[in-house]
C-alpha cells in the first residue's frame, strides 16, 4: 500500500511563495505519474501539474509561468515550487501519484494566498 505523505502549505501574502512535497512511502519502484491538483472551495478539483517518468511535465494554464514541478526518483519525492502566487490560487493542494495502474491521492496541504 503506498500512502503519499504532504507538507509545506501555509499562508502566504500575493507575490509570495510555497513549496510543497510529497514523498510516496511504500513504493517499491517509482511512480510513473506524480503531480498536483487543487481543489478551491465550490470549485472542482483541478490539475495543477503533473511530471511523468518519461521526463514530460504538463502545467495548467493558470500556473504555467509561475509554479515549477519536480521530482526526485531516488526519494520518490514531487515538489511543487509556487511563485507569484495569487489570491486565486487558494485551495487543498493534493499530491497525486500512478504505480501499478492505480492512482493514489494523499490528504491534502491548505493553501491560502491572502494579505
Known amino acids: 500500500q503506498v500512502q503519499l505523505v504532504e507538507s509545506g502549505g501555509g499562508l502566504v501574502q500575493p507575490g509570495g511563495s510555497l513549496r510543497l512535497s510529497c514523498v510516496a512511502i511504500?513504493?517499491?519502484?517509482?511512480?510513473?505519474?506524480m503531480g498536483w491538483y487543487r481543489q478551491a472551495p465550490g470549485q472542482h478539483r483541478e490539475l495543477v501539474a503533473i511530471?511523468?517518468?518519461?521526463?514530460?511535465?504538463n502545467y495548467s494554464g493558470l500556473v504555467r509561468g509561475r509554479f515549477t514541478i519536480s521530482r526526485d526518483s531516488a526519494k520518490n519525492t514531487v515538489y511543487l515550487q509556487m511563485n507569484s502566487l495569487k489570491p486565486d490560487d487558494l485551495g487543498v493542494y493534493y499530491c497525486?501519484?500512478?504505480?501499478?495502474?492505480?492512482?493514489?491521492w494523499g490528504q491534502g496541504t491548505q493553501v491560502t494566498v491572502s494579505s
Open positions: 511530471d511523468t517518468l518519461a521526463g514530460t511535465t
Open positions: 497525486y501519484v500512478t504505480l501499478g495502474g492505480r492512482e493514489y
Open positions: 511504500g513504493s517499491s519502484s517509482p511512480p510513473y505519474n
